[in-house]
């Protein structure tokens, strides 16, 4: 009775994956990816093409703290920076994703403050964000 249901068991793992596969490139052919070329659709772009551009969008929570931590880090020093940083997570819970980016930046920006050393602004980095600052101090700025 074992080696029965063992011997269904490996031919539904064989073909089960086969038969899901087989399905799913079907149903990828069968879909109409382009949309339809009516009227309706051809004027809708010609009408969003007419308006004028939009205002830009306001500087992103992310992107104000980031200048806020550069600046930190240009004028005093990047333990100052790192600090910052650390208190905004712990108070702002929903900046936590860019948390790590934001440290990496600091790094490289570390790195141009003292000119290219990378043992000095290695000094500064601290286990904020999963040491993401120390891997900014070792990766080249874009």
């Given at each position: 009775m074992?080696?029965?249901?063992r011997?269904?068991g490996?031919?539904l793992?064989f073909v ?7 399905t ?13 070329a ?5 004027s ?10 939009a ?14 931590l550069?600046?930190?880090l240009?004028?005093?020093s ?13 108070r ?12 990496r ?10 000119h290219?050393?990378v043992?000095?602004?290695m000094?500064?980095?601290?286990p904020?964000c999963?040491a ?7 990766t080249p700025?874009?």
């Open positions: 074992k080696q029965l249901v011997r269904i490996r031919s793992a089960l994956p086969l038969v899901l596969v087989t799913g490139t079907l149903a990828v052919a069968k879909v109409s990816w382009a949309p339809p009516t009227a309706d659709v051809q809708l772009a010609a009408a969003s093409d007419a308006q004028p551009p205002q830009p969008a306001a500087n992103a929570p992310q992107d104000v703290l980031k200048g806020r550069l600046r930190e240009a004028a005093k990047p333990a100052v920076a790192l600090n910052d940083l650390e208190r905004t997570m712990d702002e819970p929903s900046l936590r994703q860019f948390c790590s980016s934001l440290a930046e600091l790094g490289q920006a570390a790195v141009r403050k003292y290219g050393d043992h000095k602004a000094s500064y980095a601290r904020v999963d993401s600052f120390a891997a900014g101090t070792l700025a874009n």
